[in-house]
């Protein structure tokens, strides 16, 4: 059985034997492991951090934090959940050092209520978009929000293990995911260039 | 949520509950609410799907492959610095390379230091302000300062990242750039001949620049006001060099006055004229006549030497036989090879002004009539065979030592190349003969590509390669010995297990009579030749193959 997110050729038991051989200090099985999730990682950094060097500086940092904490990982717990945690984690504390993550860090959720959405108008816009378009936006978004969506879009984990990642109480994660929705709506219905109104929003305050 | 319907008023279902819904994360009970509302109410439908799709489009947006992963990221397997281990590693390398500095490098940069190489390290003269850079003109000049300019320039784009976190790097490619800096300038001008049959300076000319010069038979008869560098077969100086003499060549005569140094590597050399400075030689026959002079010292490592005339410093010669007539101003230091048994002779008109100290496995017939200014210090030292030395057994475990060294660090570096290079030894064919070619053919190239600017990048490297394979070929041939003697490695530990196995063997082999330097030459080319092997395959261009695929379909 193939673990979620892990996307190539391992299957759960193999992954679990070569994270084990890894844990035991095989640096064949650490590279392995290396070789199968470089990609990804990179990507999940990608999505997250403004550059492309950013992502690549961070997903070579990961994989060296990663195997000096490869002995406190809990074999009970899946492997590319708690991959993707410290990659989050990494991520996130590159964001604060470069000041630019705003101020939603805190573990308190926007309790403002949520303009509902018109299901018609909502499937039109979804029709427009491209992938390209999509990524484009999400750079745009406050970093909780994207961090949410490329937890659960893009690494798949489960609402406890974002919650974990993100620090909130799992009650939340829902609310965050929305809310993360229709700040993706609003970059995407209005032209580059303009904050989206929620994020603008919580900037003043 | 309420609002008004043709059929009255509702409480429809509201976003979060309709995500949290589709996302599989709603309590049974509340969950059955929402089926059952949906059963009747058309709009809540639409936005559920519309939700769903908005879903797919997120996932397909982010794990859309929409940029190619970073080369040097997958070629990479960063590791989490270095262990304690690596450090007690390092610094015992340290050490060993300290101790061999002291004991082996250090006394012989000491004796070339005598001979006139003025305190720079052979390595580095030769490189950087010997044969390959001094003379070229203006424009080389020129190439070669803008071409370390774009050297640096492509390191520091390159490490562009790195340099910001490691400031070891910084601090490398500012010593790089240093020594760059500070490596002496060219020559003012020079002239080149080569492919020439003859070339000849004739009597009453004078050239007033390094002279560079490749041909069959060279002749100096004039002056040249310069460096005169010639790789030739016949060398003949009538006339006068003003600068240093360099020679590669079969035959060399100098019969008229060198100002500067003499280095050459040669067949036969002969002096009747005078040298102003040192003489450096590795020659087969050496001979000076009673008009000779040499004003600084000679350094030989010459198979039959007939010396006269007069020697202003010191001698300092790796000797096979000879004969000593002349005057030596200072020191005579001699070290007679084992395998020579022709006595060194030193004959009655022989005067030494300094002290005399012979090595070797007989003593020098010195003649009674001789002026020797102190009493001579002779060692004699017979060697039993090499198995009954205890030198040689520290020198095999030195270097047993080493290759583990060596062998580890690759291990844990490159383990997949290791694996593949031993696989390559197992041909045993085909990465010997390929050995022996490359263990010749490679320097010849290396030298050549040294010859332009653009080449020093690719040409110094090589001869690095060269170099380490010549010392550390065998660890790849011991991992295959080990491997024959007690099966197929299974992981790093266990490689380095038949490592440390087959250098013993190798080692130990080495030691035999006879046989002893074929096991090592052996087991240094099938290894030497593995690795060309293996790195010639690897430098092909194969069909790239994509990167790591993308996590799977989110859940719907």
Avoid at chain 2, 159 to 164: A, E, V
């Amino acid at each position: 059985m193939k673990e979620k997110g892990n996307p190539e050729g391992m299957g759960g038991d193999e992954l679990a034997a070569t994270v084990a051989r890894s844990r035991a200090g095989d640096p064949e099985a650490w590279g392995d492991l290396y070789r199968q999730f470089a990609a990804p990682l990179f990507r999940f950094c990608r999505r997250v951090l403004p550059t492309r060097e950013d992502a690549e500086d961070a997903a070579m940092d990961v994989f060296v934090k990663l195997r000096s904490k490869l002995v406190q990982y809990d074999p009970e717990r899946p492997f590319t959940a708690w991959l993707y945690k410290v990659a989050a984690n990494h991520c996130w504390d590159v964001l604060r050092r470069r000041k630019i993550r705003q101020n939603l860090e805190t573990e308190e959720v926007d309790s403002l209520p949520l303009e509902h959405p018109d299901p018609g108008q909502l499937d039109w816009m979804i029709t427009q978009q491209t992938g390209s378009g999509v990524r484009q936006a999400l750079a745009r978004l406050s970093d909780r929000s994207r961090m949410a969506l490329v937890l659960r879009y893009y690494a798949e984990m489960s609402y406890d293990e974002i919650a974990d990642a993100l620090g909130l109480r799992r009650a939340f994660v829902g609310v965050v995911l929305l809310r993360a929705r229709h700040e993706l709506r609003e970059v995407l219905a209005k032209p580059a260039g303009a904050p989206p109104e929620a994020a603008a929003a919580r900037g003043a305050r | 949520m309420s609002t008004t319907t043709p059929l009255g008023p509702v409480n429809h279902v509201d976003e979060v509950t309709g995500l949290l819904y589709i996302e599989g994360q709603l309590e049974q009970a509340a969950a059955r609410g929402v089926v059952a509302h949906l059963e009747q109410c058309g709009p809540c439908r639409q936005l559920l799907d519309a939700l769903k799709r908005e879903s797919l489009l997120l996932s397909h947006s982010l794990t859309e492959e929409d940029e190619a992963v970073p080369a040097r990221l997958l070629a990479l397997r960063p590791s989490p610095g270095l262990s304690w281990g690596w450090l007690t590693v390092f610094a015992l390398a340290a050490i060993g390379a300290y101790t061999m500095w002291t004991y082996y490098v250090e006394p012989w940069v000491v004796n070339l230091q005598d001979s006139g190489f003025g305190g720079q390290f052979l390595f580095t003269w030769l490189l950087l302000n010997g044969a390959f850079w001094k003379g070229w003109n203006d424009m080389l000049q020129f190439v070669e300062m803008g071409s370390l300019g774009v050297l640096a320039c492509v390191l520091l784009f390159l490490f562009r990242r790195r340099l910001r976190r490691i400031s070891s790097y910084s601090v490398f490619l500012a010593a790089l750039l240093l020594v760059a800096l500070g490596a002496p300038s060219a020559a003012q001008g020079s002239e080149f001949v080569k492919n020439k049959t003859s070339y000849e300076v004739r009597a009453g000319e004078t050239l007033h620049t390094d002279l560079f010069v490749v041909a069959s038979a060279v002749r100096i008869d004039g002056t040249v006001e310069g460096d005169l560098f010639c790789a030739c077969h016949t060398l003949t100086i009538e006339g006068h060099v003003t600068g240093d003499v360099f020679a590669f060549a079969n035959t060399v005569l100098i019969a008229g006055k060198v100002d500067g140094n003499v280095r050459t590597a040669n067949e036969h050399l002969t002096l009747e004229g005078t040298v102003g400075r040192n003489l450096l030689s590795f020659v087969s026959e050496f001979r000076t006549t009673h008009r000779a002079s040499v004003a600084g010292s000679a350094t030989l490592y010459v198979s039959h030497m007939e010396l006269d005339g007069q020697l202003g410093k010191d001698l300092n010669a790796f000797l096979g036989a000879g004969t000593i007539n002349g005057l030596i101003g200072g020191d005579v230091r001699i070290h007679q090879g084992n395998e020579h048994h022709t006595p060194l002779v030193v004959t009655s008109v022989a005067s030494v002004k300094g002290g005399f100290r012979f090595k070797g496995p007989q003593g020098p017939e010195i003649a009674s009539q001789a002026q020797l200014a102190s009493t001579p210090q002779i060692e004699i030292v017979t060697e039993p065979p090499e198995y009954l030395r205890g030198t040689s057994y520290r020198y095999n475990a030195l270097v047993w030592g080493a290759s583990l060294l060596v062998g580890l660090v690759l291990i844990s570096l490159v383990p997949g190349l290791m694996r593949d290079a031993v696989r390559e030894v197992a041909r045993i064919g085909a990465p010997l003969a390929l050995g022996l070619v490359a263990f010749i053919v490679m320097p010849v190239a290396a030298c050549l590509a040294c010859i332009t600017v653009v080449g020093l990048g690719l040409g110094i490297p090589m001869l690095f390669l060269w170099l380490f394979l010549i010392f550390f070929g065998q660890v790849f041939a011991a991992i295959w010995v080990g491997e024959l003697i007690v099966g197929a490695s299974s992981g790093a530990w266990s490689m380095t297990g038949r490592l440390a196995l087959g250098l013993l063997l190798i080692r130990l082999g080495a030691l035999l009579p006879y046989v002893g330097f074929w096991v090592r030459f052996g087991a240094g080319m099938l290894g030497f030749g593995a690795l060309t092997l293996l790195l010639f395959r690897r430098l092909q261009p194969v069909v790239a193959h994509p990167p790591a695929a993308l996590p799977a379909a989110p859940a719907a």
